[in-house]
């Protein structure tokens, strides 16, 4: 049985063989079937399936010619396509997510406008650096307006608390207890504040630090400075200003003169009395930081010993100024006085007064063989908690201490001036040491030391509130109150006015 299907299958195929259409299509001829009761009658080889033993395995494929070349295998490329479009959109959405959600990211497509409330400067000082800036910064416009000085704190206060006060706005260096609620914190992305600590002087970092945070970046440095005459130094010949309080006195006395019913025609020194030295308050607050002593203490027998030595030049018999003479400084331009302390823009103040007038400066005379003591007084650029650009502002006013800008300021400010305003950059002080006017502010600058009883701030708080229980005591002695009853309500005030500010 097998041998007859193995015999028959070698006859299909070998008349399969036999067999090469024109078509070159395959025929399949129809098998014998061994079932008879199934007729094959009347049947065309295509209708007739082929017998399949099930047993037997598949039936073997026919022939393919040889002239039919193999199919050629074609690469799906579409599909690769794909794959490299979608690979570039996700890593563009990717990148549009981090620039929108890193810090900063999304600003920098935002227009930015700062306003910045300015004081003592016209607005030429600063816009060539703003236009620099802006240039730059596309994106960012800033708006300079110089302010008066009158009720300016006040201003900025109730302003900011409207939402319309400044984002950018100058202050006192002592006034950062009263802006405590106001001042924004540096961030230390914008200034790192080790390099903070190393770009400006000591005092700055005593003056605007609360905690941890600094909340201010300084454009100036000044301070209480002596200013003399040198003619009448001259005159009596006199060679040098006084270094210590003893050279101090003794030079004092030998430039007063008296007429013969000891009435002074001109003072060696303008100190001793409130009504009429400008800046007394200062002279008193720098005295009791010589002598060791502290302004929450000031009844103590520190603040009276600093007291009596500041009345001395003025009290009988050998009063060396008093109340009738004219103000401080009017007297100093009209030759009427040969010394006195002020902060270095009184200079300016002096010679645009009596531009003839031959003035020098020198740095304060100190204790004899105490540390050196020198009293701050400068002005501070800060950011507003107020305002929804403060990263841009603090990166604005970064800008502007930058030493090339920073000099450019101060050539700006010094325009149509002897000076302007002092470098607040430790690493710019070489700068100005050979500065007639300057050099004892550089030279003071890194022992510094700030009291808020610094006049002519015009805060309305914490500096004139103190200054005006001052002014009382001193007056008050001058009618013979003794030193220590007439510092009594001083102290009581200023542990009001240190409580009402938040000051430990």
Avoid at 102 to 110: E, M, R, V
Avoid at 240 to 269: C, F, Q, Y
């Amino acid at each position: 049985m097998n041998n007859s299907k193995e015999e028959s299958a070698e006859n299909q195929q070998n008349n399969q063989n036999a067999q090469k259409p024109e078509d070159h299509r395959p025929i399949f001829e129809a098998v014998p079937d061994n079932n008879p009761e199934q007729p094959t009658e009347n049947l065309s080889p295509e209708e007739v399936a082929p017998n399949v033993d099930l047993n037997q395995g598949d039936i073997a494929p026919p022939d393919i010619p040889e002239d039919i070349p193999p199919p050629v295998y074609q690469e799906n490329k579409t599909k690769y396509l794909i794959i490299l479009i979608s690979t570039i959109f996700f890593f563009l959405m990717l990148f549009v997510i981090f620039k929108i959600l890193l810090p900063g990211g999304n600003n920098k497509k935002q227009d930015v406008k700062l306003t910045y409330w300015f004081l003592w400067e016209d607005k030429q000082t600063l816009e060539p650096l703003i236009k620099k800036y802006e240039k730059k910064n596309p994106n960012v416009k800033i708006d300079l307006v110089i302010q008066s000085k009158e009720e300016y704190l006040q201003k900025i206060i109730a302003r900011s608390k409207k939402g319309k006060g400044p984002d950018i706005f100058r202050f006192h260096n002592t006034w950062l207890p009263e802006l405590k609620e106001l001042a924004a914190p540096l961030p230390t992305k914008v200034f790192p504040y080790k390099e903070y600590e190393k770009t400006f002087y000591p005092v700055v970092k005593q003056d605007l630090k609360i905690g941890n945070d600094y909340y201010g970046i300084p454009l100036e440095i000044d301070g209480l400075i002596l200013i003399y005459n040198k003619e009448s130094f001259d005159q009596v010949g006199i060679t040098s200003p006084p270094t210590n309080w003893d050279e101090l006195i003794d030079t004092a006395s030998k430039l007063t003169i008296k007429d013969k019913n000891g009435n002074i025609v001109r003072s060696g020194l303008a100190m001793g009395t409130a009504s009429n030295v400008e800046h007394f308050s200062d002279i008193f607050g720098w005295m009791l930081l010589q002598n060791g002593g502290s302004i929450k203490k000031i009844s103590s027998s520190i603040g009276q010993d600093t007291l009596q030595a500041y009345r001395s030049l003025s009290e009988e018999p050998n009063n060396l100024w008093d109340s009738r003479m004219p103000n401080s400084i009017l007297a100093f331009v009209q030759g009427k006085v040969a010394m006195i302390f002020a902060p270095s823009w009184e200079v300016l103040v002096i010679k645009a007064q009596n531009p003839d007038i031959k003035l020098k400066t020198a740095p304060l005379p100190n204790i004899p063989g105490a540390d050196k003591v020198a009293l701050a007084n400068y002005w501070v650029e800060g950011v507003s908690r107020y305002s929804k650009n403060q990263v841009e502002a603090w990166k604005f006013l970064k800008f502007l201490v930058d030493k090339n800008n920073l000099t450019t300021f101060y050539k700006n400010t010094a325009a149509n001036k002897l000076f302007g305003e002092p470098y607040s950059r430790v690493d710019l002080a070489s700068t100005l040491i050979q500065n007639e006017y300057l050099k004892p502010v550089v030279e003071q600058a890194n022992y510094y030391q700030s009291i808020p009883m610094i006049s002519r701030t015009y805060d309305d708080g914490l500096n004139d509130a103190i200054i005006s229980y001052l002014r009382n005591a001193i007056n008050s002695t001058i009618q013979g109150v003794n030193y220590a009853t007439a510092l009594e309500p001083v102290q009581k005030g200023v542990e009001q006015i240190f409580q009402q500010y938040g000051i430990n």
